[in-house]
């Protein structure tokens, strides 16, 4: 056999992705693992060694978000507390998400060590745990933020009135215990069409968010159409806001709307081995896509330099130049 397929059945066989679709036993092992160990090696992804072509793109992805999400989201996690004396009624939000999103990519390489050296049954689980947690806060604590800018814009006296910390840690709290329950369930295993509730999840959330920053789009479109001079600069900063995370909820989560609700359309093979390695890689890169687009809003961001943000702005032209007529309208 060619030696780079051997490389290529090598990550099929041991791909991190492939923790995500295995049934267990009670003993936490997968289910071939037991039943198959006299007759053939381990195999993580039993069925698709030849099918490794989104196995691969899967892994690639993981790997950029430990090159690049986990300092991103490091860096996001000093901005916010960098800035807590002048907060933003979302940073819990985008604090929240970025923490789990960097702790997902420390996941990664824990994972590869685990399926080359350890072989732990616990590091396993925890992996589980980790896609779990990577199902459910994404969207949950997008959800969030695109509720919190869309009264801020529609409802303007009732977010005056709901402005306090409390209310946002609660819902914060309540995204938490949502995500651990989620999380534990995957990890343990074994439950009837289990992921039927990601399909409604990914779907309600979708939904959600898309009408929700479509309605802030047409708002703030509409009061400047309304006036003859230029929108003013803290709307301006919201639109830029707003766009950028439906640009996010369409990149990331469109693929999976798309393919997941019609799984009984695909042949097993042709779902378990391609279309949930696929789409589940366009919800992992947003661990990465997240924090890059919310430091390219950032007028200054503290520890770079301005080359590096020059650098970071030059991946993200449209919002570069958002920035720049923002503090010409500023000044």
């Known amino acids: 056999m060619n030696p780079i397929n051997n490389v290529f059945l090598f990550f099929s066989h041991q791909s991190p992705v492939c923790c995500r679709f295995r049934s267990m036993n009670r003993d936490g ?29 899967d892994l690639t992805i993981q790997i950029i978000n430990v090159f690049v999400g986990i300092p991103a989201n490091v860096l996001v996690i000093a901005v916010l507390i960098h800035n807590r004396k002048e907060p933003s009624t979302s940073d819990i939000f985008l604090g929240c998400l970025a923490f789990m999103d960097a702790y997902f990519g420390v996941m990664t390489p824990l994972n590869l060590l685990n399926l080359y050296l350890w072989q732990s049954k616990q590091v396993w689980a925890a992996v589980k745990f980790s896609f779990g947690v990577k199902d459910t806060t994404a969207p949950l604590f997008l959800s969030c933020i695109c509720l919190d800018r869309f009264v801020a814009v529609l409802f303007p006296i009732a977010f005056g009135q709901l402005k306090h910390f409390k209310y946002r840690l609660s819902l914060t709290i309540l995204v938490l215990c949502l995500t651990f329950a989620y999380a534990a369930a995957k990890m343990v295993g074994g439950l009837p069409s289990f992921e039927k509730v990601f399909t409604g999840e990914i779907l309600t959330t979708f939904a959600w968010m898309v009408v929700c920053n479509a309605s802030i789009l047409w708002a703030l479109k509409k009061s400047h159409s309304s006036r003859k001079d230029e929108m003013h600069p803290m709307k301006k900063k919201a639109f830029k806001m707003v766009l950028s995370i439906l640009c996010i909820v369409v990149f990331n989560y469109l693929p999976l709307v798309a393919l997941f609700p019609f799984e009984d359309h695909y042949s097993p093979d042709v779902f378990r081995c391609y279309v949930q390695p696929a789409g589940f890689a366009f919800l992992n890169i947003s661990s990465t896509i997240q924090p890059l687009v919310y430091l390219s809003r950032l007028e200054k961001v503290p520890f770079l330099s301005e080359a590096c943000i020059k650098k970071l702005n030059s991946c993200f032209p449209a919002a570069n130049s958002q920035n720049v007529s923002t503090q010409n309208t500023s000044a």
């Open 29 to 57: 092992l997968p289910v071939n693992f037991t039943s198959n160990i006299s007759m053939k090696p381990f195999s993580v992804f039993d069925g698709c060694e030849h099918y490794i072509e989104a196995i691969l793109f």
